[in-house]
């Protein structure tokens, strides 16, 4: 099993910055990729963006050049640096573990965080 736990959430004016954390526990030996994805209401949950244990990343068009994921494997944890936010970024995010037998290190795992919220509005 494993645990994962995000944090960095938060209401933010448009143009700004938010920087979100997740961090595994449990059978972390387990783990390839990790990554996020988000939610809007009324909306299917989506890729954001996903790091390999390894450094290979992939990110969606809609936020490329201005969110970047990075990874501390020593901290067992996953970033989301995320700039120059818009409106039509407000979702909940989540965080998500791939496991190393996956055929697809980005499509998502079976391991979920329990989500934290980004508003962006004025």
């Known amino acids: 099993q494993v645990q994962l736990v995000e944090s960095g959430g938060g209401l933010v004016q448009p143009g700004g910055s938010l920087r979100l954390s997740c961090t595994a526990s449990?059978?972390?030996?387990?783990?390839?990729?990790m990554g996020w994805y988000r939610q809007a209401p009324g909306k299917q949950r989506e890729l954001v963006a996903v790091?390999?244990?390894?450094?290979?990343?992939k990110t969606a068009d809609s936020v490329k050049g201005r969110f970047t994921i990075s990874r501390d494997n020593a901290k067992n944890t996953v970033y989301l640096q995320m700039n120059s936010l818009k409106p039509e970024d407000t979702a909940v995010y989540y965080c998500?573990?791939?496991?190393?037998?996956?055929?697809?290190?980005?499509?998502?795992?079976?391991?979920w965080g329990q989500g934290t919220q980004v508003t962006v509005s004025s």
């Open positions: 998500n573990a791939v496991l190393r037998n996956s055929r697809r290190w980005d499509e998502p795992g079976p391991y």
């Open positions: 449990g059978s972390i030996f387990s783990i390839d990729a």
């Open positions: 790091i390999t244990s390894y450094g290979s990343t």
